[in-house]
């Protein structure tokens, strides 16, 4: 007897669960959305000795006008919105389908004037190890690798952490409510509409450093990819009506990767401190225009 009450009650459980299946998907006609420039990715700077380990706490400033930067082929993906199992084929029975169409979209390129890391970089014979955490103004993880010789230095790096940013868009959306079997399922339906609102989200990047030594002065030059929204697949959006509650809406485009080339100088005395300055030039294959600032840091050895 028991047991037939189980299954009862697991056979309601799992209509309740069917019954509250929709599926959202977005096409974003255009919009502009936040792009926070990528954090410091550098090396050592200067020739450590073998078998050292040091603290590096550094404070950076880089004012930076935002810019509105154009992306180019940018493209929502064809999407077929089947009944009960959401996205399908377009050889499937589908109910409503969001055509391939480009996405008009703009980076709005930011920089937070300061920013603040703590690094614990560490030499063995040549080879070079660093990591490290900032806040740019949130908070970022980052490593490097490399090797670090009497002359110079080279090596890999990259970042990983979170951002916060608004991004304002217009989009047609589709929804269909999907194995509705204790219910009045709303029909699958069209809309269109607009959004400005802000989103927590990650961001990322990977790029390479190399520095040449003269005496307590370093050449810099660091490369590195960015991707501003990193992992993003859905976006707000209204709610359609009789639905509730309201899901965001699945988008098929992806945000496009910038690069940043940084050249600059940096002056280490004593082991004890390092001054750095110099500029980014950021620019992209999917971007349509560059920009570049300048910047500047001061670090305590310990």
Same mark, same amino acid.
């Given at each position: 007897?028991?047991?037939?009450?189980?299954h009862l =009650?697991?056979?309601?459980? =799992?209509?309740? /669960?069917l019954?509250?299946?929709?599926?959202y998907?977005?096409?974003v006609?255009e919009?502009?959305?936040?792009a926070?420039?990528a954090?410091?990715?550098?090396? %050592?700077e200067f /020739?450590?000795?073998?078998?050292?380990?040091?603290?590096?706490?550094?404070?950076?400033?880089h004012?930076?006008?935002?810019k509105?930067v154009d $992306?180019?082929?940018?493209?929502?993906k064809e999407?077929?919105?089947?009944?009960?199992?959401?996205e399908? @084929?377009a050889t499937?029975?589908?109910?409503?389908?969001?055509d *391939?169409?480009k /996405?008009?979209?703009?980076y709005?390129l930011k920089?937070?004037?300061i920013?603040?890391?703590?690094e614990?970089?560490?030499k063995f @014979?040549?080879?070079?190890t660093?990591?490290?955490?900032?806040?740019?103004?949130?908070?970022?993880?980052?490593a490097?690798?490399?090797a670090?010789?009497?002359?110079g230095e080279?090596?890999?790096?990259?970042?990983w952490?979170l951002?916060y940013?608004? /991004?304002t868009?217009?989009y *047609?959306g589709?929804?269909?409510s999907?194995?509705?079997?204790?219910?009045?399922?709303p @029909?699958p *339906?069209?809309t269109?509409? *607009?959004?400005s609102?802000?989103? $927590?989200? +990650?961001?990322?990047?990977?790029?390479?450093?190399a520095?040449?030594?003269?005496?307590?002065v =370093?050449?810099?030059y660091?490369?590195?990819? !960015?991707?501003?929204?990193?992992?993003?697949d859905?976006?707000e959006?209204?709610?359609?009506q009789g639905?509730e509650p309201?899901?965001d809406?699945?988008?098929? +485009? %992806?945000f496009?990767? +910038?690069?940043t080339?940084y050249f600059?100088? !940096?002056?280490?005395l004593n082991?004890?401190a390092q001054?750095?300055?110099?500029?980014s030039?950021?620019?992209?294959?999917q971007?349509?225009?560059?920009?570049?600032?300048?910047s500047?840091?001061?670090s305590?050895? +310990?």
């Amino acid at each position: 007897m028991i047991r037939k009450y189980l299954h009862l =009650a697991f056979l309601i459980a =799992a209509l309740l /669960a069917l019954d509250g299946c929709h599926t959202y998907k977005m096409s974003v006609l255009e919009g502009d959305f936040d792009a926070r420039v990528a954090p410091a990715m550098r090396g %050592a700077e200067f /020739a450590m000795d073998s078998g050292s380990t040091i603290r590096r706490l550094s404070v950076s400033v880089h004012p930076m006008k935002d810019k509105s930067v154009d $992306l180019v082929n940018v493209w929502n993906k064809e999407v077929y919105v089947c009944d009960l199992d959401g996205e399908c @084929e377009a050889t499937d029975d589908y109910d409503l389908k969001l055509d *391939e169409r480009k /996405a008009d979209i703009d980076y709005i390129l930011k920089s937070f004037p300061i920013s603040i890391d703590l690094e614990w970089m560490n030499k063995f @014979e040549t080879v070079y190890t660093a990591y490290g955490f900032g806040l740019d103004p949130l908070p970022y993880a980052k490593a490097s690798f490399g090797a670090n010789f009497r002359y110079g230095e080279i090596g890999v790096s990259t970042f990983w952490g979170l951002d916060y940013g608004k /991004a304002t868009y217009k989009y *047609e959306g589709v929804f269909v409510s999907g194995g509705c079997i204790m219910c009045v399922s709303p @029909e699958p *339906e069209y809309t269109t509409g *607009e959004n400005s609102d802000s989103y $927590l989200h +990650f961001r990322g990047g990977i790029g390479a450093y190399a520095s040449l030594f003269l005496g307590p002065v =370093a050449l810099v030059y660091v490369p590195s990819l !960015t991707k501003p929204w990193l992992w993003r697949d859905d976006l707000e959006g209204k709610a359609f009506q009789g639905v509730e509650p309201m899901a965001d809406y699945d988008i098929s +485009f %992806a945000f496009p990767w +910038f690069i940043t080339n940084y050249f600059g100088v !940096t002056y280490t005395l004593n082991k004890v401190a390092q001054f750095r300055v110099g500029v980014s030039i950021v620019n992209g294959k999917q971007l349509a225009d560059g920009a570049y600032y300048g910047s500047a840091s001061a670090s305590w050895l +310990f």
